[in-house]
């Protein structure tokens, strides 16, 4: 353990002592085994903090360590650096309460349920309009980030409230989506200085059969269309108003392309998969040979959809 690791363990101690609760901690946890892209070194400490309480812990611990802090999901649109991160990776997948209100129609979630959690939770209570959620391998405040969608929903379109903490001053704030500047496959919340701690969906009242089979065929459409038996981290690219960049990046003969263990999928050329040992390296020098491409056939400079983390 370094000097970091050692202040920040005597936090979570302390912390422990105080309470008889405890935050998950791992030291040096590879982030290739936390990211859906298998890619990524070590991080000085991955922390999994289980509610608020415990997330402003981590935070507080992470700050007397002098640790630099990344918040992170499920890490299904994130390329993690092949250095790591010199910090802490919080990651809100243990912060996942999840109920419906069938009268309301709106299903309150914390920031880290899965979002497939989050529909088959809507589907169970009669609620129907967020079965496009149901597939993205992400969690709600990932979701929110990112301004995921699908199927023609976006989540922001669905969205009741959003309860986030303000790092800044230390306040959690609920606000409504006009405040949080959504637009396509983005948000507020990409200004950094907020983490989402929760928030409530809305739907309309529906049939759960006819909305648990709307779910299936969302998610065989997904096994017809995407590489699914790969590591990635879902469309590398935005659309680009008026194109389809998955069938620009076709037309310009890219597909198969591959930069050491990363290539262009054959089956869906929105996708950068990992076929092997592909590094964060290899994904960036990809990225860049498509975008260049894409330049010099369209004229047009397309822009990543995924999330480059830091390295500190
Ligand atoms: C096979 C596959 C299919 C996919 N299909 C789709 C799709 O159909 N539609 C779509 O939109 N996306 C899709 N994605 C991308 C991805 O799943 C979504 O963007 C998802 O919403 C990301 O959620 P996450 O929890 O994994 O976020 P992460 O990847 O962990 O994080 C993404 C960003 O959000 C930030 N963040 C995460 N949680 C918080 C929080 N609580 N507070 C503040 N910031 C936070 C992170 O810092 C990071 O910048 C797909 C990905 C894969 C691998």
């Known amino acids: 353990m370094n000097d970091r690791q050692r202040l920040l363990s005597e936090r979570l101690e302390e912390y422990k002592e105080q309470t008889g609760s405890e935050i998950c901690a791992r030291f040096d946890r590879m982030l290739s085994e936390c990211s859906s892209f298998h890619i990524g070194g070590p991080a000085e400490c991955a922390l999994y903090p289980s509610n608020a309480e415990q997330l402003r812990v981590a935070l507080d611990a992470a ?5 630099p802090v990344f918040v992170a999901g499920n890490a299904s649109n994130v390329l993690f650096d092949d250095e790591g991160y010199r910090g802490a990776v919080i990651f809100t997948s243990a912060m996942h309460n999840t109920s419906a209100d069938s009268e309301s129609c709106t299903v309150t979630a914390d920031a880290g349920a899965m979002l ?18 149901h597939g993205i391998p992400g969690t709600l405040g990932g979701g929110i980030y990112m301004n995921c969608g699908a199927f023609g929903g976006q989540i922001s379109e669905n969205l009741v409230s959003c309860t986030y903490l303000d790092t800044e001053s230390g306040a959690v704030v609920t606000e409504t989506p006009d405040k949080l500047g959504f637009a396509y ?4 919340f990409m200004q950094g200085g907020r983490i989402i701690l929760g928030a409530v969906l809305r739907g309309e009242a529906g049939e759960r059969d006819s909305i648990k089979q709307q779910m299936e065929e969302h998610m065989a459409y997904r096994f017809g269309t995407q590489p699914l038996d790969f590591p990635s981290a879902g469309s590398v690219f935005k659309r680009y108003p008026g194109y389809y960049t998955s069938r620009l990046i076709e037309e310009a003969g890219l597909k198969g392309r591959a930069v050491g263990g990363a290539e262009v999928s054959l089956k869906h050329a ?3 998969i990992n076929r092997g040992g592909a590094t964060a390296a ?9 975008k260049d491409e894409i330049f ?11 999330i480059f983390a830091p390295k500190a």
């Not at 290899?282 to 498509?290: A, F, K, N």
């Open 185 to 188: 496959r983005s948000s507020i």
């Open 116 to 133: 497939s959690g989050v529909a088959a939770c809507a589907q169970r209570a009669g609620i129907a309009g967020l079965e496009y959620l």
């Open 296 to 306: 010099r056939a369209n004229g047009i400079h397309i822009e990543c959809e995924i």
């Open 63 to 67: 700050q007397y360590a002098g640790m």
């Open 282 to 290: 290899d994904v960036r020098e990809l990225i860049d040979i498509i």
């Open 270 to 272: 929105g996708f950068i």
